[in-house]
């Protein structure tokens, strides 16, 4: 018996397979399985109730015309949504569903179990056992454009999202990939056209997910064996929004799983938009294919403000906090925070919190204190004469001590720390270290380097002085 039932689907599919995108046949076609065959009438099963829909949505014709191809005019299909219990129950249950009569196939009568509602599209979002249809949009009412500044370094970025916001999918801008460096307001830019759209469009589906709860996702429903589900979850969204997509590197499973996603959204219109800390020139270990889409639309990038913006980014969080500040203090804060907007409001809020707590006045003094504490946090290319000047104040020495010719062994051994941190932590050659650290050659770096390598296995007090020393370097 199922086996002309697997012979007439067969025939079904050649005739479909010629006639429709080897993409749209791969999705939709290639995961349904058929049944029996009884009569006239042929049950397939699909692996969802949406998968379903969608067939009937896109596919009835074709499946009318190949079926009945098959079978004759009194061709019936009868569709077996296959998917799992999502309310506790392990077991998977099987409901079958006629095809609806938009199909021209005259259906047949099947018994739908009372105490089986219609089954739900999976939702990764779905805490198990609890029913939740709705799909959240996941976004931060924070982030809106509203308050996220405007200056030259995130001008294009940022219009390109106001007109993404207010024409989904239908801008050229398909997908809108935002690049920068850590907190220069992609995740915020990312949620603030989400927001927006939500707003202008609330019937649309907008959901933001970073890259790295998108991977969790999908292992899990490879875990579970609901990959199909998860797919077409992804492939309902109007807006889609994957922050940080960096994290992909290197995952191929995920990267396969998206690419299909995103081709799904981008032929039917739907708008992507990608966050990720590189340019697409910069990606490596990123597939070619996937590349290659993320170009097709619009990159944009968020660049280091400007001195006016970073005064404006400031002056905006005071003005919202309720907080007045003196002129001179946000003007010096604005100066040395240069590089990372999240730095800039930590240090304005720092300074809040120390002088409200500690009923001190916000002075140029307490400022430099607290700027110092947030630069010094900032990764700052580690310099040979940095690390000079870590080991002589470790040693309570000048600098002039640790480079001089003396044979004190206690000046010595802070010299060969110097020439072991400087060798582990920057790229410069055995030479130039030793130049640089009392105009050494490089064979005595050498033996520094290896002197400091015996001395931590077997001097206790010798392999302290390496950790303390470590700690501070890496701040
Ligand atoms: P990223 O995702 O690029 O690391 P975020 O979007 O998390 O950066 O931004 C870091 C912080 O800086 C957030 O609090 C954000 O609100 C703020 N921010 C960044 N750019 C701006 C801007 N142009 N105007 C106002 N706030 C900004
Ligand atoms: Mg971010």
């Given at each position: 018996?199922s086996?002309?039932?697997?012979?007439?689907?067969?025939?079904?599919?050649?005739?479909?397979?010629d006639?429709?995108?080897?993409?749209?046949?791969?999705t939709?076609?290639?995961?349904i399985?058929?049944?029996?065959?009884?009569?006239?009438?042929?049950?397939?099963?699909?692996?969802?109730?949406?998968?379903?829909?969608?067939?009937?949505?896109h596919?009835?014709?074709?499946?009318?015309?190949?079926?009945?191809?098959?079978?004759?005019?009194?061709?019936?299909?009868?569709?077996?949504?296959?998917?799992?219990?999502?309310?506790?129950?392990?077991?998977?249950?099987?409901?079958?569903?006629?095809?609806?009569?938009r199909?021209g196939?005259?259906?047949?009568?099947?018994?739908?179990?009372?105490?089986?509602?219609?089954?739900?599209?999976?939702?990764?979002?779905?805490?198990?056992?609890?029913r939740?249809?709705k799909?959240?949009s996941?976004?931060?009412?924070?982030y809106?454009?509203?308050?996220?500044?405007?200056?030259?370094?995130n001008?294009?970025?940022?219009?390109?999202?106001?007109?993404?916001?207010?024409?989904?999918?239908?801008?050229?801008?398909?997908?809108l990939?935002?690049?920068?460096?850590?907190?220069?307001?992609?995740?915020?830019?990312?949620?603030?056209?989400?927001?927006?759209i939500?707003?202008?469009?609330?019937?649309?589906?907008?959901?933001?997910?970073?890259?790295?709860k998108?991977t969790?996702?999908?292992?899990?429903?490879?875990?579970k064996?609901?990959?199909?589900?998860?797919i077409h979850?992804?492939?309902?969204?109007?807006?889609l929004i994957?922050?940080?997509?960096?994290f992909?590197?290197?995952?191929?499973?995920?990267?396969?799983?998206?690419?299909?996603?995103?081709?799904h959204?981008?032929?039917?219109?739907?708008?992507?938009?990608?966050?990720?800390?590189?340019?697409?020139?910069?990606?490596?270990?990123?597939?070619?294919?996937?590349?290659?889409?993320?170009?097709?639309?619009?990159?944009?990038?968020?660049?280091h403000?400007?001195?006016?913006?970073?005064?404006?980014?400031?002056?905006?969080?005071?003005?919202?906090?309720?907080?007045?500040?003196?002129?001179?203090?946000?003007?010096?804060?604005?100066k040395?925070i240069?590089?990372?907007?999240?730095e800039?409001?930590?240090?304005?809020?720092?300074?809040?919190?120390?002088?409200s707590?500690?009923?001190?006045?916000?002075?140029?003094?307490l400022?430099?204190?607290i700027?110092?504490?947030f630069?010094k946090?900032t990764?700052?290319?580690?310099?040979?004469?940095?690390?000079?000047?870590?080991?002589?104040?470790?040693?309570?020495?000048d600098?002039?001590?640790?480079?001089?010719k003396?044979?004190?062994?206690?000046?010595v051994?802070?010299?060969?720390?110097?020439?072991?941190?400087?060798?582990?932590?920057?790229?410069?050659?055995?030479?130039?270290?030793?130049s640089?650290?009392?105009?050494?050659d490089?064979?005595?770096?050498?033996?520094?380097?290896?002197?400091?390598d015996n001395l931590?296995?077997t001097?206790?007090?010798?392999?302290?002085?390496?950790?303390d020393?470590?700690?501070?370097?890496?701040?």
């Open positions: 018996m086996i002309t039932a697997q012979t007439v689907w067969n025939n079904c599919l050649e005739f479909i397979k006639n429709i995108q080897p993409q749209a046949y791969k939709w076609f290639e995961p399985i058929a049944v029996k065959l009884t009569d006239n009438a042929l049950s397939i099963q699909v692996p969802s109730k949406f998968f379903y829909e969608w067939l009937e949505e596919y009835v014709k074709i499946l009318k015309v190949s079926l009945t191809k098959e079978l004759g005019e009194k061709a019936k299909l009868v569709y077996i949504i296959k998917m799992e219990n999502t309310y506790g129950n392990k077991q998977p249950f099987t409901e079958r569903i006629p095809s609806s009569n199909s196939l005259k259906s047949q009568d099947v018994d739908i179990p009372l105490n089986n509602k219609n089954p739900e599209l999976r939702n990764p979002f779905v805490i198990p056992g609890i939740n249809v799909i959240e996941q976004l931060n009412p924070n809106s454009f509203e308050n996220f500044l405007e200056g030259d370094s001008r294009l970025a940022r219009s390109a999202g106001l007109a993404v916001a207010a024409k989904p999918g239908g801008t050229s801008f398909n997908p990939l935002i690049f920068g460096g850590v907190g220069l307001g992609k995740t915020h830019l990312a949620h603030a056209i989400g927001v927006d939500k707003d202008k469009y609330p019937e649309k589906t907008v959901l933001y997910i970073s890259a790295e998108f969790q996702q999908y292992i899990d429903s490879v875990k064996n609901n990959r199909n589900d998860f979850f992804y492939q309902i969204i109007d807006v994957i922050d940080d997509v960096q992909l590197t290197g995952k191929t499973g995920t990267q396969d799983v998206f690419f299909h996603i995103f081709n959204l981008h032929q039917n219109g739907k708008q992507v938009i990608l966050t990720s800390d590189k340019a697409p020139v910069d990606m490596q270990d990123i597939e070619q294919r996937l590349l290659s889409r993320f170009k097709w639309g619009l990159s944009a990038e968020l660049q403000p400007d001195f006016e913006t970073r005064v404006s980014i400031l002056k905006n969080k005071l003005y919202r906090d309720g907080v007045e500040m003196p002129e001179d203090i946000i003007d010096y804060v604005a040395n240069k590089t990372n907007v999240r800039l409001e930590g240090a304005i809020i720092s300074l809040i919190a120390q002088s707590f500690n009923k001190k006045e916000i002075t140029i003094d400022a430099r204190t700027v110092e504490k630069v946090n990764k700052r290319e580690v310099s040979i004469d940095y690390i000079q000047k870590v080991v002589s104040d470790y040693f309570q020495m600098i002039d001590t640790l480079q001089s003396t044979r004190k062994r206690h000046i051994q802070a010299r060969q720390l110097a020439m072991f941190f400087a060798k582990k932590l920057t790229k410069a050659s055995l030479a130039s270290i030793g640089q650290i009392g105009k050494r490089h064979a005595t770096v050498l033996h520094a380097c290896k002197t400091v931590s296995s001097d206790k007090q010798f392999k302290k002085y390496v950790e020393i470590s700690k501070k370097l890496s701040v």
